[in-house]
């Protein structure tokens, strides 16, 4: 079965500092992956996602990620991060099984900005 | 999303109470649909998921069940609830326009 982990379960960083939050999967094929932001009480916003191609992903909010297929990994990094981007932040990849899509989730990274 | 409706928002059961949430989406037809859950501190599991009218697969042993008994409507839901069962359940989408939609949430406490 595939999986995702994400290492970092809270990173602080201090605003206007670089960010970059960790993402392992594994997968058998070229697997299909995504970034998604969750704030307080609300529900999950796409940042990003990697299907095929350019292996560095551009996002909204000034997000991008890079899929390193030697590495199994994809990591989400910001140059400098803003008050605002203090949320939850989850990395998943798109399993196909029996014909069916799923979305499997890492556990998250919870995101604090210090002034 | 505007294209996923959940509701409610929030919710606050007793234990041993039952439980209906509900989920309504827009767009293409024959989406498949999700339940997903997030218990406090942890990430989301994937719950039931659903193809198809009537066609609903379970993904982990529980105390919920799901049905689907129109194309754009999933339904989650408990007979007697427990303490375990509180939590954050997103509803979501995938169709070949708009991939992955998920909904705004309901969270429900059980008290």
């Known amino acids: 079965a595939q999986s995702v982990t994400q290492p970092d379960i809270h990173i602080t960083v201090s605003e206007g500092a670089s960010l970059e939050l960790r993402c392992n999967y594994s997968?058998?094929?070229?697997?299909?992956l995504f970034w998604y932001v969750q704030s307080p009480g609300q529900g999950l916003q796409l940042l990003l996602k990697?299907?095929?191609?350019?292996?560095l992903v551009q996002g909204i909010k000034g997000f991008e990620a890079e899929f390193k297929r030697s590495q199994s990994s994809f990591n989400l990094r910001k140059p400098s991060v803003h008050w605002s981007d203090a949320a939850e932040y989850f990395c998943?990849?798109?399993?196909?099984?029996?014909?069916?899509?799923?979305?499997?989730f890492g556990a998250g990274t919870r995101l604090a900005v210090h002034p | 999303s505007q294209t996923i409706h959940q509701w409610p928002a929030t919710l606050v059961q007793p234990v041993g109470s039952p439980l209906s949430l509900e989920c309504t989406v827009e767009?293409?037809?024959?989406?498949?649909l999700y339940w997903y859950r997030q218990a406090a501190g942890r990430g989301l599991q994937l719950l039931f998921y659903?193809?198809?009218?009537?066609?609903i697969s379970s993904e982990v042993p529980q105390n919920l069940s799901a049905s689907r008994p129109q194309d754009r409507q999933f339904i989650l839901s408990s007979k007697k609830l427990l303490l375990s069962d509180s939590g954050f359940y997103l509803c979501?989408?995938?169709?070949?326009?708009?991939?992955?939609?998920f909904g705004s949430g309901t969270r429900l406490t059980v008290v």
């Open positions: 979501a989408k995938r169709d070949r326009t708009e991939g992955y939609t």
């Open positions: 767009g293409t037809s024959n989406p498949n």
């Open positions: 990697y299907f095929s191609g350019d292996t």
């Open positions: 659903s193809v198809g009218i009537g066609q």
């Open positions: 998943a990849v798109g399993e196909v099984r029996g014909g069916y899509n799923k979305l499997i």
């Open positions: 997968y058998g094929a070229t697997p299909y």
